[in-house]
């Protein structure tokens, strides 16, 4: 299990330039330590909390290839769970969730 955890305040941003390359770590991660644990019996679960949205939708990328099942993957942002699907969308996006980029672009329009 992967869980990313949205906290536009005090998650880890990171340059946009490593977005993907952190994804693809953090999967990556994920699949050398979870074959080792589920042999032992136990759970492990990779957890991340990002502050920019670029992150995350470098994440979704790698769910749509294939390199992580997104039943593998949890979402959650305050009291909301977001649910990617295996194309790498979500069925919910409540206000304040990633949309930073979009609010100021709208205030350009």
């Known amino acids: ?24 770590e953090l999967i990556k ?6 074959d080792f644990w589920v042999k032992e019996g136990k759970p492990f679960c990779v957890t991340q909390v990002f502050a920019n949205e670029l992150f995350f939708h470098a994440f979704r990328v790698q ?9 593998e993957v949890e979402v959650t942002f305050g009291d909301h769970r977001i649910t ?3 194309d790498g969308r979500c069925h919910t996006w409540p206000p304040g969730f990633c949309d930073h980029t979009d609010v100021l672009l709208e205030a350009l329009f």
């Open 63 to 71: 769910v749509k290839r294939g390199l992580i099942a997104c039943e």
């Open 84 to 86: 990617i699907n295996k």
């Open 29 to 34: 991660n994920h699949k050398q330590h979870n």
């Open 1 to 24: 299990m992967i869980r990313l955890t949205y906290d536009p305040i005090n998650g880890e941003c990171m340059p946009d330039g490593i977005c993907v390359q952190r994804a693809q």
